[in-house]
C-alpha cells in the first residue's frame, strides 16, 4: 500500500490550493479516503473524509464550509480542494485509508502573506 501527495505549496491568506493523493496497492474504490494534516509542534488532527462511492463525506469543525473532499476511483486518487486558506491552515497534509497505518510523505501547504 503506498500514498503519494502534492499540491501543496506557498499560498496567501484568501487563497486556494488543491491537493492530491494517488493510492496504490489495494482496491481503492472499496475503502473510505481521510485527509489529515499536522502543523509546526501539534499533534496530527482529522480534516475530512469520504466514502468509497464519493456519496459522502464529513470535514473538521475547522474546514467545514471551506474545504471539499473527493475522489477519482478510476484514478485511485482523493483530492481536498481548499479555498479561503487561513494562516492557520499550514500544515503538512497527509492522505490515510481510515483503518490501516500506512502514510506517504506529505505535501506542505503554508498559507502566510
Known amino acids: 500500500v503506498q500514498f503519494v501527495e502534492s499540491g501543496g505549496g506557498l499560498v496567501q491568506p484568501g487563497g486556494s490550493l488543491r491537493l492530491s493523493c494517488v493510492a496504490s496497492?489495494?482496491?481503492?474504490?472499496?475503502?473510505?479516503m481521510s485527509w489529515y494534516r499536522q502543523a509546526p509542534g501539534k499533534e496530527r488532527e482529522y480534516v475530512a473524509s469520504?466514502?468509497?462511492?464519493?456519496?459522502?463525506?464529513n470535514y473538521a469543525d475547522s474546514v467545514r464550509g471551506r474545504f471539499t473532499i473527493s475522489r477519482d476511483n478510476a484514478k485511485s486518487t482523493v483530492y481536498l480542494q481548499m479555498n479561503s486558506l487561513v494562516p492557520e491552515d499550514t500544515a503538512v497534509y497527509y492522505c490515510?485509508?481510515?483503518?490501516?497505518?500506512?502514510w506517504g510523505q506529505g505535501t506542505q501547504v503554508t498559507v502566510s502573506s
Open positions: 496497492g489495494f482496491t481503492f474504490s472499496t475503502y473510505a
Open positions: 469520504i466514502t468509497g462511492d464519493g456519496g459522502g463525506a
Open positions: 490515510l485509508r481510515p483503518g490501516l497505518e500506512v
